[in-house]
Structures are given as C-alpha cells and as structure tokens.
C-alpha cells in the first residue's frame, strides 16, 4: 500500500462517461474520490513524465500529483482464461498440425517431464507478462493430469499455488484444475477434494473431449455441488456442428440452480451449426444464466486446419451471444505453447483480435469489445472491488489514448500500472501527439516537438 496520497487530473474514464474528465484522489491505496471536472478545454498533450524517478516514486511533499493530459484510466484488465502453467512451453513442446488434439497429446505426454520448478517459471513470467500489460486479476486454467499419474497433478498445482502466494500483492489469480475427461473415478475426486484444501478455487475441463461428455458434465456439477465451487468449461472447441455439450451443461446449471456460477469458453461449434440450432442453443445458455468467454487469437489459429478454400474463422458467435445478452468475455487462453505460438498476454491486443474475428469496429462495438476485457469479466470472476471509485482499491492501468476508438486503432504499448496506489510498472515508450508538428521543426533544422522528451521519459 502506498505511503503517500494520490492526486490525478485530466483523467478518462471510459467505463464511467468517456466524454468528461475526472480528478481523483486516493490515500492509503484506495480512492478517496472521483469527480468529473468542470467542462473545459482538453489540455494538449505532451509526453507525460512517470511519477517515477529512478524507479522510486517522485514525491511532490506527500502527494503524487500527476497531469494525465485526458489519456485514460482503467481499473485494470481481467483476463478470464489463460493457462499460465503451460506459458512459454512451445520450444520444449512442438504442435506440427496446429490442431487442438496434437496439442493436447504432445503437452501431455511432455508434462511428466517439466519440474516444479519450471512451471512455477513459467507461471511467474506469464503472469508478470499479463500484469506489465495491465492485467489486475486471471482466471487461469491448469493442467491437472491424474492420467500421467497423481504426482505429476499435484505438482502443477503446488507450483500455481506457491507462485500465487509470491505475487499476491501484484496481481490477483484464480485457478481452476481440468478435471481429466473420462476419468471419474474416486481417486479423481480425492486429488481435486486435495487441490480443494490446498487453495484451488473451482473445476474445469474440457468434457466435449471425452467419449462420454454427458456423463462426464453430469459428475462434474456433482462435484461442484458437493464442494460447493463454481464451474469454468472448454465447450465445444470444435469445427464439428454436431458436437454440442453446451446444451447440456445449460441442463446441469438450471438442474443445480447454479445460475451465474458457470462459464462455458470457446463455443466454436456454435458458429458451425445451422442457424436454428445456433439460436436454440444460445437461448438456453441465456436461460441458464451462463457466462461464455471467446478467445479469438487461440481459435483463429487451432480451427478451420480440415478447412480448404474459404477457411472458417473457428471463433464463437460473438455477435449473437452479446445480443442475447449472455455476458461475454474475451481472454488469452495460450501463450507460446503448441496450443499458440503467438501472444504475450496482452488483453488489448486480444481485443483488437476480437475486433477483427467478430466484425466488431464501429464506435458502439469497440466500447462493448472493451467491457468484454474489463467490467464483464470482473464480474464473471466474482470481483467485489472492480472500479474505479471512493472506497474501491486504487488499481489501474494508464494508457496512452484519449478515446476507445483510438486505444483499439493503436493499441498503445505504454502501460503505466497502479496498485493499491502504487506505481508497480511502468513501460516507458510514449507516442508523440500531433506528429504533423515535427515536418516543419525538423525543416527549419530545430529539434522536433516532443522527440526528445519521448525519448527521455
Ligand atoms: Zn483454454
């Protein structure tokens, strides 16, 4: 918590009013208040010096104040579905298909061999990654592989947990183990009871896998009942329109009454089925009160590989899961394994990816796009203290935009990150405003406006 008091100007909130400007205060690592400012000119923006000097805070007596010139605060991404433990592991793990079945093969026939150690590793770097990118909170799903014998579950789960306890001051994590599919058995039931008590804080898995996927959701929301934990599912990642486990999940929820405590991810096969199954299909995931999140990177790459010519998208139906008003998340899913090769746990750059996957460009798109990285998945994780206002934790990230349209257009790579009203990263590259400004300046042979300053910020 930080020592001093916070004093912003000039800030935006876009999940508040995008259109005003707010002043805020914070002391003792929560916000004091949160005010709109009264209408006035939008200051011109310079490049913006970090209240940081040599790392440390620059102190002006006990306050931090700091000019944000109209760039814009969030109260930090959510990120509802990464896989932290298996970040980074594509140099040690190959996927020559790209398909999702030789992922899961060769991940699970690798992971015996990976020490607890490694994976902590890999676990502090990703969500490092994530945090540096202004990610406050993950929901991450792990690897728990009873198949490859209990030892081998349990140290992923040990190391999650140790790892989590190392950065609980920086970033908040979540985890739900994969219930293996087509493993229910008693000694399935003990290692979870086990990950239970150690600290794990749901159950998922991916039962559209399994050769008996209805028997399968059937004991999982057992076990959800039984011990009392929310449910978080790979659904239907498939091509196959056939395959369509989510109506059964939607059956189990309303069964339960356990509306609001289940999410069902990915949904490919949903964009596969005919129009009248589709519509079906999400309207009984609305009934049950089903939360769904989209990874759109991860299934643009693993889908369409049967595919020749016009090769589907593989994403979810985005569009008309937001219109049943089903709350939607997009998230990162992998990062660098032989599920993706790609990503770095950046939720911007997932929404830019959404952008494109789902059509979703025009002005009142891009601020649904961007509550599907904030507000919604906030919620979808249960987060009590998400927001920014009087009383809420002084988390956030700073980014370099002044509008949604433009955070989206540009994803901006600065992120300055702030928790509990302290500035615990801060990447320093600045754009410069008004860039038809340096043409002249450099003519005249004069230093261009603002290059210098960017570079030293
Ligand atoms: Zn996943």
């Known amino acids: 918590m930080a020592p001093w008091n916070l004093h912003l100007v000039n800030v935006r909130l876009p999940l508040l009013d995008e259109s005003k400007l707010y002043e805020l205060k914070g002391a003792g690592g929560r916000w004091m208040s949160v005010k709109p400012q009264p209408e006035g000119t939008v200051p011109a923006a310079g490049a913006l010096k970090l209240p940081l000097l040599n790392g440390k805070p620059h102190h002006d007596g006990e306050t931090v104040r700091l000019d944000l010139e109209g760039r814009m605060l969030l109260p930090g991404f959510v990120d509802a579905h990464m896989h932290l433990d298996k970040a980074y592991s594509l140099a040690k793990v190959g996927n020559r298909s790209g398909t999702l079945e030789?992922?899961?093969?060769?991940?699970?026939?690798?992971?015996?061999?990976?020490?607890r150690e490694e994976i902590r590793s890999r676990i502090r770097r990703s969500a490092l990654a994530a945090l540096s990118y202004g990610t406050r909170s993950i929901r991450s799903h792990l690897d728990f592989n009873l198949k490859a014998g209990r030892e081998v579950a349990m140290r992923t789960v040990h190391a999650a947990l140790e790892v989590r306890e190392e950065l609980k001051n920086v970033i908040d994590i979540q985890f739900f183990p994969m219930l293996p599919y087509g493993l229910r058995s008693p000694g399935t039931e003990e290692a979870l009871a086990e990950g239970f008590r150690l600290g794990l804080d749901g159950i998922g898995g991916a039962p559209h896998l399994s050769p008996e996927p209805e028997a399968d959701i059937d004991w999982i929301f057992a076990l959800a009942e039984k011990y009392g934990r929310p449910v978080d599912l790979h659904a239907d990642e498939s091509d196959d329109p056939g395959v369509r486990t989510v109506a059964h999940i939607a059956r189990r929820t309303v069964a339960y009454g356990m509306q609001g405590k289940v999410t069902a991810d990915h949904l490919c096969a949903l964009s596969a089925m005919d129009e009248k199954t589709a519509g079906e299909t999400i309207r009984a995931m609305a009934d049950a009160g089903l939360s769904a999140v989209t990874l759109p990177a991860v299934n643009l790459y693993l889908q369409g590989r049967g595919d020749r010519g016009l090769v589907r998208r593989g994403t979810t139906r985005i569009r008309e899961l937001l219109e049943a008003g089903i709350p939607l998340a997009a998230a990162s899913d992998n990062i660098q394994d032989p599920f993706h090769p790609f990503g770095r746990g950046d939720l911007l750059q997932i929404g830019q990816i959404a952008g494109y996957a789902g059509h979703l460009g025009a002005p009142?798109?891009?601020?649904?796009?961007?509550?599907?990285?904030?507000?919604?998945?906030?919620?979808?994780?249960?987060?009590?203290?998400?927001?920014?206002?009087?009383?809420?934790?002084?988390?956030?990230?700073?980014?370099?935009?002044?509008?949604?349209?433009?955070?989206?257009?540009?994803?901006?790579?600065?992120?300055?990150?702030?928790?509990?009203?302290?500035?615990?990263?801060?990447?320093?590259?600045?754009?410069?405003?008004?860039?038809?400004?340096?043409?002249?300046?450099?003519?005249?042979?004069?230093?261009?406006?603002?290059?210098?300053?960017?570079?030293?910020?």
């Open 102 to 115: 030789e992922a899961v093969r060769n991940y699970g026939a690798a992971v015996p061999g990976f020490s």
């Open 364 to 457: 009142g798109d891009l601020r649904t796009v961007l509550r599907m990285l904030t507000s919604v998945p906030a919620a979808i994780l249960g987060l009590e203290d998400y927001g920014t206002a009087p009383g809420l934790p002084a988390h956030g990230v700073v980014l370099d935009a002044r509008s949604v349209d433009e955070l989206f257009a540009e994803v901006p790579p600065s992120r300055w990150v702030l928790r509990q009203g302290e500035w615990i990263h801060a990447s320093v590259q600045l754009r410069v405003w008004d860039t038809l400004q340096l043409a002249p300046a450099a003519q005249e042979g004069g230093r261009p406006a603002g290059v210098a300053d960017s570079e030293t910020a």
